[in-house]
């Protein structure tokens, strides 16, 4: 399991340096006191959201710590040094090591508003770590009549004792008196009134919004995407944490997102270009820390199998690091070696890389990506967003899906720019939020989306059909599309839509709808409907043809739907990604993965005996069913071929029993499922061995006597 990131504000437990000489130590301290007094000359401090006074008193005190620590002469490795020395140097070291994670938390892009409107945390952790740099000092001034001890005798530097003295007044004297910045207070009551208007079910004044934002210093649509980014990924880890959260932080962060949708939904009429590639690029390398400035090399955070940018590295045991979902599908394929290296895997241990996922999270903290796409494991998290948890966050969200759906009831004269605004907030709006999709839905923003399908605007499109796909991952979403006769449209849009993803996820959009066996029946029922959906299987790209596999079997739940999908001619396509998956499955390729739903999908097709009989009508693909079935590496594509199998031998008979009585590959692997196969593959294979043997038996003749598998001997099972 990977480990449970570090929330923000909330400082590790730091072991204290033990049994290191003081050579390394003292180098590690001016390398820490380097990156904090290197604040103020980056002007990073100015633009914090909060606690700017505070942060300047800290790194002007990192810079006198600089001063100091450098005129420390390198110890005499021969020489032991004196334990308090060595102590009060520990020390330091643990409290610049807070002092740094706390400051670059502050300055986190994308967590203005939280770090705001936790100030008082902040200023809590913040004085206690300067009284530890001012303990430390006076630790390093005790010995030899006040001294400073260096390299194990007492120095009469005075110079270093004078920086010393100094240090530990101006700490003690900045913890004493550390407060957050009146700015900061009149900033957060600002937003905490907005939130009582919200959870009064109370339209905030615009005005009084924009000034909360002035004062946090988000100016535009995208500044506020960012924030609301950042508080949805801490909201999904910490709702994937389960109970030790704490349920206050729950209502300020769901309050807070709130918020800021409402921002972006009323605020602004247009989604500001955040910037150039070349641009972003340039302002994420300036935004990092200084130690990882001057080593950050772009193609090592990149996924050697994908050449992406990997978002949850990991490494292998050969000590190469790879995304994690990349590397899983590697050695699911049965590849047991390291890509890059070539050297066999001695084991399929995947251990994160902490150091690179904490770059990585920064670039795409700055370009405004959440942090966490929904994984598996966040799929649990986003079930449990079906709650508001909190009235502040209830009424922002009401008010801003309410005033989203009146802009998509308006748009028809609109211009374009308005439109694909409209409708990319209804996007973004309803993508991992179980209660946001409520509020949309009980807002009427249905109907509205099916309306703007028709759009000529190729985005405006593609947005109203993902919005809809987001939207039919809800049982109101999906009732409310049939009953606003939306049946039609989105098979339409699967046929017609101007991108091909627009394509790919009204195809989806079926999926969710065929989950209702009565929206399936109508489903079926539109002529163009299946026909559409085997087109797209045959001539998608991979993302289409999956959707369409999956969606058509989903719709083949419904009796009647057999006939029309064997008269579009979907046998002879699911034949054909057959083939291809044999040729990727050992490129661990995605065609791997179409083999087997095309396997499952001929299995339900030959439940029905018009299906069966087209399958058994190419005694090819028969053969290949056969292979397939010794070949497969999963027990569910072992289990769909063997249903497949006996599907066909008990609808066609004779004919398809002596046809696979003659490939030698199929017993093998019968007796191979009775033995080792679950309860109901095992069944199955018994059935089929037991009626190729009766085929065979009746077949007998006192002067020729075959046996099936050429030559083999059957076993009656």
Not at 74 to 97: F, I, K, N, T, Y
Not at 559 to 577: K, W, Y
Request: charged share 20%; with cysteine; hydrophobic share 45%.
């Amino acid at each position: 399991m990977a480990p449970r990131r570090r929330r923000m504000l909330a400082l590790p437990a730091v072991c204290p340096c033990e049994a290191i000489a003081p050579a390394p130590l003292l180098a590690s301290l001016l390398s820490l006191a380097a990156d904090v007094a290197g604040l103020r000359a980056a002007a990073d401090v100015d633009a914090l959201p909060a606690l700017r006074g505070a942060a300047r008193e800290a790194v002007r005190i990192a810079g006198l710590l600089l001063a100091f620590l450098d005129g420390i002469p390198v110890p005499d490795e021969a020489e032991a040094a004196p334990a308090v020395l060595v102590l009060g140097l520990s020390e330091l070291h643990v409290a610049l090591q807070k002092l740094r994670l706390l400051l670059a938390d502050c300055a986190r892009k994308g967590a203005r508003l939280w770090v705001l409107m936790n100030a008082e945390l902040a200023a809590s952790e913040l004085r206690v770590l300067l009284g530890s740099v001012a303990t430390a000092m006076d630790v390093l001034l005790l010995p030899s009549e006040g001294h400073v001890v260096v390299g194990g005798a007492a120095s009469a530097d005075a110079d270093a004792e004078e920086i010393a003295g100094l240090v530990s007044r101006h700490a003690w004297r900045a913890a004493a008196r550390l407060r957050p910045d009146p700015d900061d207070d009149r900033a957060a009551r600002g937003v905490r009134s907005v939130l009582a208007r919200f959870a009064s079910g109370v339209t905030p004044d615009a005005e009084d919004a924009r000034l909360v934002l002035a004062r946090v210093g988000l100016a535009t649509w995208h500044d506020c995407s960012e924030e609301g980014a950042f508080l949805e990924a801490e909201l999904l880890e910490r709702l994937e944490t389960g109970s030790d959260d704490n349920d206050n932080d729950l209502v300020l962060i769901t309050s807070l997102m709130a918020f800021l949708l409402y921002c972006r939904v009323v605020l602004f009429d247009r989604i500001d270009d955040s910037g150039s590639k070349t641009d972003k690029a340039a302002a994420t390398v300036n935004r990092l820390p200084p130690m990882f400035t001057l080593s950050l090399n772009p193609e090592a955070l990149q996924c050697p199998i994908t050449l992406e940018l990997m978002t949850d590295p990991v490494t292998v045991a050969t000590g190469q690091t790879y995304d994690r979902a990349s590397i899983k599908k590697w050695i699911k394929s049965g590849c047991r070696t390291c890509p890059v290296t070539g050297e066999r895997l001695r084991s399929a241990e995947l251990v994160p890389n902490v150091a690179a996922r904490g770059v990585i999270e920064q670039i795409l903290l700055s370009r405004g990506v959440p942090v966490h796409e929904p994984s598996s494991k966040h799929r649990c998290a986003v079930d449990k967003t079906a709650t508001p948890f909190g009235a502040a966050a209830a009424g922002g969200v009401r008010l801003s899906a309410a005033f989203l759906t009146a802009r998509l009831s308006s748009v028809s004269g609109a211009p374009e720019e308005q439109k694909t605004k409209a409708t990319h907030e209804a996007r973004k709006l309803s993508k991992r939020n179980v209660f946001y999709r409520a509020c949309l839905v009980e807002a009427g923003a249905v109907p509205w989306l099916l309306h703007l399908l028709s759009s000529a605007d190729a985005s405006v499109q593609d947005n109203a059909v993902a919005g809809l796909l987001n939207l039919s991952k809800y049982p109101a979403g999906r009732r409310a599309l049939v009953e606003a006769g939306g049946l039609g449209l989105i098979v339409d849009a699967v046929n017609v839509a101007a991108k091909v993803e627009a394509r790919q996820n009204a195809a989806a959009v079926l999926f969710y709808l065929s989950s209702n066996p009565e929206y399936c029946v109508e489903i079926s029922r539109i002529p163009e409907a299946i026909p559409t959906l085997v087109r797209l299987a045959r001539d998608g790209a991979y993302r289409g043809r999956k959707n369409a596999l999956v969606s058509l079997y989903g719709l083949l739940q419904c009796a009647d739907a057999h006939g029309r999908a064997v008269s579009a001619g979907a046998v002879d396509v699911l034949a054909g990604l057959m083939l291809v998956g044999a040729s990727s499955a050992s490129a661990g390729d995605d065609g791997s993965d179409l083999a087997l739903d095309a396997v499952a999908l001929l299995a339900r097709l030959a439940e029905q005996p018009g299906g069966a009989r087209a399958v058994a009508a190419s005694s090819e693909l028969v053969t290949r069913l056969v292979d397939f079935l010794g070949e497969a590496a999963s027990r569910s594509a072992k289990e769909h071929c063997v249903a497949l199998l006996a599907s066909l031998g008990r609808h066609c008979g004779d004919k398809v029993l002596a046809l696979l009585g003659k490939l030698p590959g199929l017993m093998p692997a019968l007796y191979a499922l009775i033995a080792e196969g679950t309860p109901q593959a095992g069944k199955r294979a018994r059935w089929l061995v037991n009626e190729i043997h009766r085929h065979y038996e009746q077949r007998q003749t006192p002067a020729s006597a075959p046996t099936p598998a050429t030559g083999d001997r059957v076993i009656r099972v």
